[in-house]
């Protein structure tokens, strides 16, 4: 978990306590989550609300497909 402390990200979801997904270097390590369709509009507000402290990656899924994920910033 990650504590935010920016109190625009926290008004709008409701908590200081986040999620975020770190590499392991392990690469059968699996995160459960659900795959969002966004519109370039959406993908960049986003980004604008997602916190320094994550990135936005391009990963492969389980199911062979390719979609973003915001992850740990290293």
Known sequence: MLT???ADVVD????????I??????TND??????????????????RYEVDEYTRIDVFLASGARAWAYVARR
């Open 4 to 6: 935010i402390t920016s």
């Open 12 to 19: 709008v979801s409701g908590s200081s306590e986040h999620p």
């Open 21 to 26: 997904a770190t590499a392991t270097g392990d």
């Open 30 to 47: 699996e995160i459960t989550g659900t795959v969002v369709t966004l519109t370039a509009d959406e993908l960049a507000a986003a980004d």
